[in-house]
Nanobody
Framework: QVQLVESGGGLVQPGGSLRLSCAAS????????MGWYRQAPGKEREWVAN????????RYSDSVKGRFTVSRDNAKKTEYLQMNSLKPEDTAVYYC????????????WGQGTQVTVSA
């Protein structure tokens, strides 16, 4: 009932920048947070960042803090991840996540977008 579509991934050189977008559609209500996760081959899915929909407060993993910025556009129901100073270890499939508040605490996921950081 919720659809999340990521875009903006691609190939970038170390030190470069990318901006990922996640557009939400469908039954969008009672959103607690939207966030980003990533998964590299052979590794566990890792939480990257999230944003509280109500007030825009943000949190980041230690590995991306100071380099990545998560933001949202309430009107467009879109979440963004601005990634600067990219490193090869940032290479992963990045997934958008939406979490509902309230009793169900349902989670929804996008299909993922590939980010490759390589010279």
């Amino acid at each position: 009932q919720v659809q999340l579509v990521e875009s903006g991934g691609g190939l970038v050189q170390p030190g470069g920048s990318l901006r990922l977008s996640c557009a939400a559609s469908g039954s969008i209500f009672r959103v607690d947070t939207m966030g980003w996760y990533r998964q590299a081959p052979g590794k566990e899915r890792e939480w990257v960042a999230n944003i509280k929909w109500s007030d825009g407060s943000t949190r980041y993993s230690d590995s991306v803090k100071g380099r990545f910025t998560v933001s949202r556009d309430n009107a467009k129901k879109t979440e963004y991840l601005q990634m600067n100073s990219l490193k090869p270890e940032d290479t992963a499939v990045y997934y958008c996540n939406l979490r509902r508040g309230g009793f169900d605490n349902a989670n929804y996921w996008g299909q993922g977008t590939q980010v490759t950081v390589s010279a």
